[in-house]
């Protein structure tokens, strides 16, 4: 059983240039949230996607943009790239139904900024 | 205030000691508390899941949550060096319902337990 699988393991990007992150959830999951986490602090919510809709929103800008499959996989978007957006990006998947609020995450993906 | 304060460490302890990890927090509403344990270049794991005020125990880790005083904790017995990560606290804040929530982390603790 496959966990959650992220894409690429590492990017270099310059200042203003535009990401995707790709993110595959767990096997029986249909949500997936993402997550900034910045060297030696904790992850910073940035929005969670159930049906192919944006439900959740951390305090991000709209830079930060992203997308859910009708296979449950998602994307994260990011524009006009600055130096501060340097981090580990993590994608977590959990079932949208229910009270089980368990978030299982992918290894994450290490996008430095230039 | 941060919502969540947890000290970022470093801790440094031998092994087969007792490791306490601790996390305060300020908004009462929160509902659920989790601790994961991330190695380094790893994501997050999920270590354990809470809901009530009390201790949980699932093998040598131990998880207590006071909700009067805002504290939760995690304890680990006869610690380890696999047990080298850092640990991160993080609790749940439902929103409209049920089917919404939010998930808040703290810095996390560092933690390197010595042959």
């Known amino acids: 059983d496959a966990g959650v699988t992220q894409s690429p393991t590492h990017l270099i990007k310059t200042r203003g240039q535009q990401v995707t992150l790709r993110c595959s959830p767990k096997?029986?999951?249909?949500?997936v949230s993402w997550y900034q986490q910045a060297l030696g602090q904790g992850p910073q919510f940035i929005f969670q996607?159930?049906?192919?809709?944006?439900?959740q929103r951390g305090n991000f800008p709209d830079r930060f943009s992203g997308h859910q499959f009708p296979n449950y996989s998602s994307e994260l978007n990011v524009n006009a790239l600055l130096l501060g957006d340097s981090a580990l990006y993590l994608c977590a998947s959990s079932l949208g139904a229910g009270d089980s609020y368990e978030q299982y995450f992918g290894p994450g993906t290490r996008l430095t900024v230039t | 205030q941060k919502e969540v304060e947890q000290d970022p460490g470093p801790l440094s302890v031998p092994e087969g000691a007792i490791v306490s990890l601790n996390c305060t927090y300020s908004n009462s509403a929160f509902q659920y508390f989790m601790w994961y344990r991330q190695y380094s270049r790893k994501g997050p794991e999920l270590l354990m899941y809470?809901?009530?005020?009390g201790n949980k125990e699932d093998g040598r880790f131990t998880a207590q949550v006071d909700k009067s005083s805002k504290y939760i904790s995690l304890f680990i017995r006869d610690s380890q060096p696999s047990d080298s990560a850092t640990y991160l606290c993080a609790m749940i804040l439902i929103l409209r319902g049920g089917s919404n929530y939010k998930l808040t982390f703290g810095k996390g603790t560092l933690l390197t337990v010595n042959p």
């Open positions: 996607y159930y049906e192919e809709e944006e439900r």
């Open positions: 096997s029986g999951h249909d949500t």
């Open positions: 809470t809901y009530s005020s």
